[in-house]
């Protein structure tokens, strides 16, 4: 339990503690760290120093110092934070440096250092190959065998609420004898988990399925938007490209991974076995029970269900280093458009609409198969908490430009 006079069923309580970024009007220039608690901002350093405890790693502009500090760290740092917010005797040393969360501005809490995109979802493979390879096997032969990535860039990541220019790019329809430049036509959302990377690794060495708690620091909400027209003529043979690099957008708020535990669950049924360094059978099962929701200009059009993902995160950290690529702090890797077997978890506009063919209704009548100009995209998510409660993920929002 808090002193704060928050309601006990809020997805903001001392079981989440999510880590952010902020700005304020008493300091404007200056970022902050801060730990969101109901519906207030903890400024992190100004408590750490209210309590005798001063910490540089709190009274940085970034999260990046203190995810570079290593699990031991972040737990001690937690822990600590949950002593300033529960036990009394902090109450008059802590409670002034506690914000109105509508009196703050949110930021990109993290300088991303590498940015890698997977596709771990059977359901949502599934569907994108009926649609391209009608007739044919809808799983690539690999599929099953690894996780399936590619690398995105980092410096178009940016934080929720940030607009979204509809990109160019060279589209070819099937029917066009040539392709053509422009905007896209088909621009898509991607709903997903992102997992920030903490703790780095050596050059030349791998990191185990053991080992993600130890260089995981957190989970935050991600959209890939997609421009499926630009993708289709470009991906063969090396991939997404301009379809995907010209903005990723992220929550403003990271969830600790520790604040996960009662979410997590054992992945679905895998129906081949996989190479040993991948064999999470007789380990920590690391699929996570976390509830997405989309909606599309207010109106709720999918809600994903995270624990049907076939690829854990912690299966697609051992891949990303299995040839000894190294991790650096600030590494952000996605899970993957997140989509369930149902036609109501489905994590992108392809799915929904199957292509365009079956049009998305709108609470205003309206309809929609792509994204059109002045459409704002939400994505929120909550997780199992403690006791019953729930852990919420805050939202990543983007609006379309022209």
């Known amino acids: 339990m808090t002193w704060l006079a928050i309601p006990q069923d809020s997805l903001y309580g001392v079981h989440a503690l999510p880590y952010g970024v902020f700005t304020a009007d008493d300091r404007p220039g200056s970022r902050r760290i801060g730990v969101r608690i109901g519906d207030r901002v903890l400024d992190a350093g100004a408590a750490a120093r209210a309590v005798g405890a001063p910490s540089v790693l709190l009274d940085a502009d970034s999260l990046n110092p203190l995810m570079a500090a290593g699990h031991r760290t972040w737990r001690e740092v937690r822990g600590a934070l949950t002593a300033w917010l529960t036990d009394e005797a902090h109450r008059p040393a802590?409670?002034?440096?506690?914000?109105p969360l509508h009196a703050v501005d949110l930021h990109l809490p993290f300088e991303v250092a590498d940015y890698v995109d997977f596709y771990a979802s059977e359901h949502h493979a599934t569907n994108l190959g009926r649609i391209f390879r009608p007739g044919q096997d809808?799983?690539?032969?690999?599929?099953?065998?690894l996780p399936i990535g590619y690398h995105g860039r980092a410096g178009t990541v940016v934080v929720s609420g940030?607009?979204?220019?509809?990109?160019?790019?060279?589209?070819?329809?099937?029917?066009?004898?040539?392709?053509?430049?422009?905007?896209?036509?088909?621009?898509?959302?991607?709903?997903?988990?992102?997992?920030?990377v903490g703790t780095p690794s050596e050059l030349g060495s791998r990191v185990p399925l053991s080992g993600f708690r130890e260089h995981v620091f957190g989970v935050c909400l991600l959209n890939d938007w997609s421009a499926r027209d630009i993708?289709?003529?470009?991906?063969?043979?090396?991939g997404p490209f301009l379809g995907k690099s010209f903005a990723t957008s992220v929550s403003?708020?990271?969830?600790?991974?520790?604040?996960?535990?009662?979410?997590?669950?054992?992945?679905?049924?895998?129906?081949?076995?996989?190479?040993?360094?991948l064999d999470d059978r007789e380990g920590e099962p690391w699929g996570l029970d976390i509830a997405l929701e989309v909606a599309l200009n207010g109106h709720v059009v999918s809600r994903?269900?995270?624990?049907?993902?076939?690829?854990?995160?912690?299966?697609?950290?051992?891949?990303l280093t299995a040839n000894g690529a190294s991790l650096r702090t600030g590494d952000l890797y996605a899970s993957g458009t997140v989509s369930g077997p149902e036609p109501e978890g489905r994590g992108a506009l392809i799915e929904l609409t199957w292509n365009g063919e079956h049009p998305v209704k709108l609470a205003d009548?309206?309809?929609?198969?792509?994204?059109?100009?002045?459409?704002?995209?939400?994505?929120?998510?909550?997780?199992?908490g403690p006791d019953g409660t729930r852990i919420g993920f805050g939202e990543v929002t983007g609006r379309i430009l022209p």
């Open 94 to 99: 802590v409670a002034p440096c506690l914000l």
């Open 138 to 145: 809808a799983l690539t032969a690999n599929w099953k065998h």
């Open 162 to 196: 940030t607009p979204i220019v509809r990109p160019h790019g060279q589209r070819k329809a099937p029917a066009d004898p040539l392709p053509s430049f422009g905007p896209t036509r088909r621009l898509d959302i991607e709903a997903e988990i992102g997992f920030v």
């Open 231 to 238: 993708q289709a003529w470009e991906y063969v043979p090396l």
């Open 252 to 277: 403003p708020w990271v969830v600790p991974l520790d604040a996960l535990e009662q979410a997590r669950v054992v992945p679905p049924h895998r129906d081949v076995d996989p190479l040993d360094y």
């Open 304 to 319: 994903p269900p995270f624990a049907a993902m076939y690829w854990t995160a912690a299966q697609q950290l051992a891949h």
């Open 365 to 384: 009548g309206t309809t929609r198969t792509f994204l059109e100009n002045g459409d704002e995209v939400t994505i929120t998510a909550t997780a199992p």
